[in-house]
């Protein structure tokens, strides 16, 4: 296991509500980055937080936004929930945010809009 | 732009056999590192190893062995003597800085390793 822990597991939403989703980081690691994996396809990058601020983000609209929390944990939060939402969302932390840094993963929660 | 092509979609092997995923890819930045990750059916990726953009050599631990060919942009992976462990869905990753901190991964090379 890699320390990396999301809640819920799993979690069924309606269209147009909204979602928070939450990770908390491996001890001793102040990175951490959000993805979202479709059924059957790799992970999407949608951002990543160093130190409470955001420093990366990939090609997801603002109703996708996040927090990182003082203890390094942290929180993904969906808006308007659209169908196409339904995911598997993965939180990874890593040491620091250099580029050739490996991410530890955690096992994801797996959101289904209805 | 970035891409990571990863066109083995699923590969199917017998236990022992050799298997080795493919992985393209294209970015503009001379500065860059390439991952591989394992996912089993539990869900959380885990990393395997990283490639910087000036370090060509290849790697060997164990079983496994990495190809990185600058030439041909491609970072390839090869399990030797596979085994039922070894089945999983593979991913091929590439991050760099630009802009921000940036990060793709290919779709992955479902493996299936028969007894």
């Known amino acids: 296991e890699t320390g990396v822990t999301q809640s819920p597991t799993h979690l069924i939403k309606t269209r147009g509500q909204q979602v928070t989703l939450r990770c908390s980081s491996q001890?001793?690691?102040?990175?951490v980055s959000w993805y979202q994996q479709a059924l059957g396809q790799g992970p999407q990058f949608i951002f990543q937080y160093y130190r409470e601020e955001e420093n990366g983000r990939g090609n997801f609209p603002p109703r996708f936004s996040g927090l990182q929390f003082p203890n390094y944990s942290s929180e993904l939060n969906v808006n308007a929930l659209e169908l196409d939402d339904s995911a598997l969302y993965l939180c990874?932390?890593?040491?620091?945010?250099?580029?050739?840094?490996?991410?530890?993963f955690g096992q994801g929660t797996r959101l289904t809009v209805v | 732009a970035q891409k990571v092509t990863q066109a083995q979609t699923e590969i199917s092997v017998v236990e022992k056999e050799d298997v080795t995923l493919d992985c393209v890819y294209e970015t503009r930045d001379t500065t860059y590192y390439l991952f591989w990750y394992k996912q089993p059916p539990s869900g959380e990726l885990v990393f395997l190893i990283r490639r910087n953009s000036f370090d060509e050599q290849n790697e060997i631990s164990g079983r496994y062995s990495w190809n990185f060919q600058k030439s041909t942009s491609s970072f390839n992976f090869t399990i030797t003597a596979s085994q039922v462990v070894d089945s999983a869905v593979y991913f091929c990753?590439?991050?760099?800085?630009?802009?921000?901190?940036?990060?793709?991964f290919g779709a992955g090379t479902r493996l299936f390793v028969k007894a």
């Open positions: 001890s001793g690691h102040n990175t």
């Open positions: 990874a932390s890593k040491q620091d945010d250099r580029v050739g840094t490996e991410a530890f």
């Open positions: 990753a590439l991050s760099e800085w630009t802009g921000g901190f940036k990060t793709i």
